[in-house]
């Protein structure tokens, strides 16, 4: 071994010089556009993650106060000059429900048209008896639909009659709104919702810790409202989403499940498979709202009603009437169950290589449109 | 790699068939042009390369043999820091290119490799037409200041490889068009418009027929007049055929390294022996 | 019907023919004989004979049921009633259901009325037996035939894996037909609003302008071009945001990043394809529209909070993902071996990815971006709620504009007529929606097929 080594020679000759010297000068160059295009790779991330982190927080900035609704908390007497009403109606003899029901009825018609502000007033002027506010003031900072609670709470119970009861009431939308700090302060009254009584009333009310921020738990358990929009709620569209998710776990998964099966491991190859298998791709690509036509010519055609009702069904649980369950059960479902089969149909593919396993339908529950190229190896198969 | 008990016979056969096709008179006064020191590597807490040392001599072809998983091709990738490139790997001891430290900060990873070239296992052609492929080295590094010039290198890449005559009319063509030993000395072209030092291959022929094989085996030996190779092999035959030096890699370990004919007529170690006997593989 | 009753009663058939078909099958196995499939196979046979038909005849039923007995209630309505349309019958037949239950209605009942309501309780009845009685009775009939069918060499796997075939086959049928339906109905409607409108001003006119008030007439204006101007307007600015970013950060996280920072970021970047579209609306409505605005205030140009910038930009951040991933996809898919060769030549790795990599890629990133595309023109949400919805021919896209799917919404959302040219045109415009999509689908999964078979 000794024998062969000698002495490193350099670079063999002038060529080998020349070469060399070409490629050193080109080396700065050559890693300032390595690191160039480096910082761009970080930028793009930066700002894919940045747009996550904004579009998070202003969620949350701008969802978060929502979930919290300014309160009264008064004593309101159930005053007997101003309840003046019948005596709840009891089903007789041979009565048939029907006519029970109308009793009934009328009996809460007469109570709803007694003057349940003058109560929600009277109590508020105990709260700040000292407070310089006309009526219309004083009311307009509780919810309009506040007095139909007292009503409720009277119709549950008319032995309230007399009684003074601590009672939580919704604060108007408005008052909300200014003490949320959503309205500009400086505004001039002449542009203000509220009066500046009223204004002063609900800071004070505030102050003295008789108007408070509450949880608002009545926006899972109400229904949207147009005329009392504090009391709104999401109920209706909450139990709309339930039922649509439902319907196309029960329609697509099991179908777009089978077909994907079916195509990894049983279909043979050829054109009808191939076709399928195309049409399925393009399923999951076509825009939701070509379901939506599909559904709405459907449904137009086949049952034969009015626009208007199909007009219902755009709009997600505003009306929780059968029909336009019934549109988005045809419109919806074709769409997701595309997206379920594109999620499946390369689910098997992963898992061929592990023995054939068949597809678990529980990973297929995660399954989210366009996302199943990505999915397949996050998925456990 | 089990080689079946009739070929010991056969492999005795094999000094003399190597000495009728050794054609330079000996490669024993070579300058060192690659010298390594101790080196180690680790793919993350696994050692696969222990204290290896060895020089590989200028204008001559050293074969790397071994059985499958003994570090050859791992030393070979240390010589251009293809290591580099692999998630966890880190190397120790001093590799030198003709005196420069190849790990050192100063030694730019990027001249290194344009030093160093590498043929790989598989023919690798870029998805461009058969002059880009030659092209590309040359372009990144500027190496050509003109359409002429880079003409020029093309062509001359093309015919130090042979393969100018097959494909001169098809320049525009692309190179994976071609067939799996063209495609194999269309790399070897590849690295060679770069004008490097040293050309490292890493089991060349392994993926090609025999009568590819045999015609870039006919290429190595030609190149061995301009340029130092270090080739990879795990067919004993070819390593007798085209090397004048020989290097045994064991389970990590550099076993044995000397002229090729010493090394398999009367290797010192018992290890090699019994591998080119084919007790083991 | 009770459904928790008829269910419970197939469930027992099932149980019942399964097992009948399991122990008659091994009792031919203590016979001495060898079966041709296992026992298991032989139950799920027995249960599928004994359920099919009656499955068969309660989906019947349950498809006809209502249509029948409607059909029977009007049948036992005087002439005068029956001869009544819309509300007033719908009405009638109501009080006479609300009758039958013995719920009772307001208002005397008509003598007529309570002959119907009593006529519909024992129809009510009649068809419940029928129906029940059918259902059994094929029930047992499938049952008997299926324990006669039962023999050692009885090829029961065969025949289990034909059934599971056949079912498999008709959920894969099923995407075909949805196809088939979407364009048989996009096109019967289409071509109905065509009679009113010809298709040379629909494709070719200029002026969209569907006139609300003149319901019913074929005036006003249903020119595609500024609608199909708005789209691409926005996609265009979707795409122009979200392909450097999402590609850019594909590049880095397939070939710069370590193991542990891709797979932190790449699920973060991937919550964005997870939002609902709605809430990019109301981000782009509430945030982006706004912010824009005040940055073309500072610079001195016009913008519009509601925009084609405001929505081509939310777009293309909801679009991020989809290129990312899908790049990332196909860039992993090329070999390493040419991403080594390239660096073994002394190439940086900004010039094996801009050279050799992206090069190499270039098919599939090409397909993702036509999908990607092809999603942008039919986001409906966003556009609906940013992009300002004002059908003109503008180049600026700093002011509102509409598109194809806002205007569909639009026209089907009024309280219009079906079969005035105002709604019909949604389907028309819904037509060229589907098919401009499916083009670039179709060139889109072409291109990424054939990119996958040169790499497989």
Known sequence: MADIISRPTAPADDADAIRLKKIKDGLTRRHARERRFRAYGVAAIVAAIGFVVILFSMILYKGLPAFTQAELSLNVYFDPEVLSADEPPVQGEGQSAAEYQRAVLGWQRQVTMLNWNRLIEAAIIEAAPDAQVDTRSALSIVETS???????????????????????????????????????RSLPDSQQQLSADARALADRLLEEGKIRFAFAGHIFTNVDSRSAPASAGLAGAFVGSLYMMLVVIVLAVPIGVMSAVYLEEFAPKNRLTDLIEVNINNLAAVPSIVFGLLGAAVFINYFRLPLSALAAGWRPGSDADDASDDHHRYAFGPACRAAVVATGSTRPRCVEDANRVPPRSAGHLSWHPDGHHHRCRAGAG | MQMPSEKIVASTDLYSMKSSTIRTPDAEARPVRVKAREVCVFYGPKQALFDVSIDIPEKAVTAFIGPSGCGKSTFLRCLNRMNDTIEGARVTGRIELDGDDVYDASLDVVELRARVGMVFQKPNPFPKSIYENIAYGPRIHGLAASKAEMDGIVESSLQKASLWDEVKDRLQEPGTGLSGGQQQRLCIARAIAVSPEVILMD????????????????LIDELRENYTIAIVTHSMQQAARVSQRTA??????????????????SPAEKRTQDYITGRFG | ????????????????????????????????????????????????????????????WALLGTTATRAYIIAQLPPEIASLTGADLAGAIARIRQIETGFGVLGETAPWENAAAQALREFRLLTYAVVLAAAAGTGALGLFMARRRITARLRARNEVEGVVRVLL???????????????????????????????????????????????????????????LWGTLMVATIAMIVALPIGLMTAIYLSQYAPPKVRSTVKPIVEVLAGIPTIVYGFFALVTVGPFLAAIGNTLGIDIRATSAL????????????????????????????MRDGSLGLGATQSETIKRVILPAALPGIVGAFLLAVSRAIGETMIVVLAAGNSPYLRLNPGEPVSTVTVTIVNQLTGDTDFASPQSLVAFALGLTLFAMTLVLNVVALYIVRRYREQYE
């Not at chain 3, 777009?315 to 993902?321: A, E, L």
């Open chain 3, 310 to 337: 405001t929505a081509g930009v939310v777009m293309g951040i909801m679009i991020i993902p989809f290129i990312s991933s899908l790049s990332d996809d196909v860039i992993r898919q090329v070999p390493r071996a």
């Open chain 1, 146 to 184: 506040e007095r139909f609670v007292l009503r409720d709470m009277f119709v549950e119970n008319p032995g309230l009659l007399g009684q003074t009861i601590p009672v939580s009431l919704l604060a108007s939308a408005n008052a909300d709104n200014w003490l949320k700090g959503n309205i500009d």
């Open chain 2, 203 to 218: 089991e060349p022929c392994s993926a090609l027929d025999p009568i590819a094989t045999a015609k870039i085996e006919e």
């Open chain 3, 169 to 227: 086959i008709g959920c894969s049928v099923v995407a075909i037909l949805t196809t088939v339906g979407i364009v048989a109905s996009l096109l019967s409607e289409a071509i109905r609003f065509f009679t009113f409108v010809s298709p040379v001003d629909f494709f070719f006119g200029t002026v969209w302008n569907p006139r609300f008030s003149s319901v019913g007439s074929g005036s006003g204006d249903y020119g595609l071009l500024p609608l």
């Open chain 2, 248 to 265: 045994f890699f064991h389970l990590g370990n550099l076993v044995e390294e000397g002229p090729t004919d010493q090394i398999f007529t």
């Open chain 3, 1 to 60: 019907m009770n459904t928790a009753l008829v269910a419970a009663l197939l469930l027992v058939l099932l149980g019942f023919a399964y097992q009948m078909g399991w122990s008659r099958s091994r009792s031919l196995v203590t016979g001495g004989s060898k079966l041709h499939s296992r026992p298991s196979y032989h139950g799920s046979l027995a249960a599928i004979w004994a359920l099919l038909p009656a499955l068969l005849i309660l989906g019947l």
